[in-house]
């Protein structure tokens, strides 16, 4: 295959993640602040601490343990041009008050100008079950004029072996949950919703309910163990993945029926879908990625169509398995019999458009 193929147009990454445990309010932050001259001491200490479903999902751990800035973004795009991207919160390790909106402003001064990308939009982070919720969102406002969403993540799998990025099952259909959730819908925010596969109903009933309510679903609904075993009883066979693979392509196409909710097709990569080339010190090839991740993008622009779809990197977290610029020429690759229109609506156009960016 020709993986030196481009295309004419700038691409809108609409999922990164930018994070320093020096000189932020981060998870590691004491750790670095000792150990960061002695990655391997870190490696084995974080190990030791942190439950063992969350280093499966992670998969390698340096990553998470240096900062990613827009110069590193940068460096890992090699010869892509991105114009714009939007930060998706990161896990930012203040959570007492209004803590949050932190993030929001240190992401707002970031150097991104330097390198010629455009910080085009912030979602950041808020529980709309928080007392708070009004003000975090008035806040998160007043702090940059690119502030377009929120994420709260749901992500709560029946085996305990997955990290449960959430602090309880059916977070989407929580009553207070949903009240909070109304004043996010008056103001015309965007949502971004991130489930595991096994929770896709969940996504469907919130789209019912806030009918005009933009919302995104991240990287696809991750089906856990559909290329791999992982946690202590999800993927473990052939006929497990299938299983997976089917019930994910039934409540992908259920969810689609929803005109309000979009797709990004990414976090494919993750080591919680059952990759394994970290643990093995290589990166998937392009010809790797296509040829498992096809069926799952055919899939999703059968069911959504080109102008729900969205292309967004969501690196550094698929960092441990593939190269940003191979993933991104795989997804060219993927994209391109559909033609140059599906290109520009994906790699460009329905971004712009889904977080209003101007």
């Known amino acids: 295959m020709n993986t030196n193929k481009t295309i004419d147009f700038a691409i809108i990454d609409p999922h990164i993640h930018q994070w320093d445990p020096y000189h932020t309010p981060h998870p590691a932050h004491t750790l670095v602040k000792i150990f960061g001259d002695y990655p391997g001491v870190m490696d084995k200490l974080l190990r030791l601490v942190k439950p063992q479903p969350l280093i499966d999902t992670v998969g390698s751990t340096a990553h998470i343990l240096a900062p990613y800035l827009p110069q590193d973004y940068t460096k890992d795009l090699q010869h892509y041009q991105v114009d714009s991207v939007v930060h998706i919160e990161a896990n930012w390790h203040d959570h007492k008050g209004t803590g949050v909106v932190g993030e929001t402003h240190w992401i707002n001064t970031l150097p991104f100008a330097q390198y010629n990308i455009q910080l085009g939009a912030i979602v950041a982070a808020a529980d709309p079950r928080d007392k708070q919720f009004k003000k975090i969102l008035d806040l998160h406002q007043q702090v940059s004029p690119v502030f377009r969403g929120i994420r709260k993540m749901a992500s709560y799998h029946q085996d305990k072996g997955i990290y449960r990025w959430c602090d309880q099952a059916n977070l989407y259909r929580d009553k207070k949950f949903?009240?909070?959730?109304?004043?996010?819908?008056?103001?015309?925010l965007s949502f971004d919703a991130w489930v595991y596969s096994s929770q896709l109903n969940d996504v469907i009933d919130l789209a019912?309910?806030?009918?005009?309510?933009?919302?995104?679903?991240d990287h696809l609904a991750t089906p856990a163990g559909l290329f791999g075993p992982v946690g202590k009883t999800t993927g473990q066979t052939q006929q497990d993945r299938l299983n997976i693979f089917a019930h994910w392509k039934e409540y992908i196409a259920r969810l689609a029926e929803h005109r309000n909710v979009y797709?990004?097709?990414?976090?494919l990569m993750m080591p919680v879908l059952g990759h394994d080339y970290y643990r093995k010190g290589q990166y998937a090839s392009v010809d790797e990625m296509i040829d498992q991740l096809?069926?799952?993008?055919?899939?999703?622009?059968?069911?959504?169509?080109?102008?729900?779809?969205?292309?967004?990197?969501?690196?550094?977290?698929?960092?441990?398995?593939?190269?940003?610029?191979?993933?991104?020429?795989?997804?060219l690759e993927m994209i391109r019999p559909y033609g140059d229109q599906a290109l520009q609506a994906i790699f460009r156009q329905n971004a712009k458009s889904f977080y209003r960016m101007v």
């Open 178 to 188: 949903l009240i909070g959730f109304e004043e996010l819908a008056k103001r015309h």
């Open 208 to 217: 019912k309910q806030f009918p005009e309510t933009a919302i995104v679903i």
């Open 263 to 267: 797709a990004k097709i990414s976090g």
């Open 294 to 331: 096809s069926p799952l993008i055919n899939h999703a622009i059968q069911a959504f169509g080109i102008d729900q779809i969205i292309f967004a990197s969501n690196y550094p977290m698929d960092k441990p398995n593939a190269k940003l610029v191979d993933i991104i020429t795989a997804y």
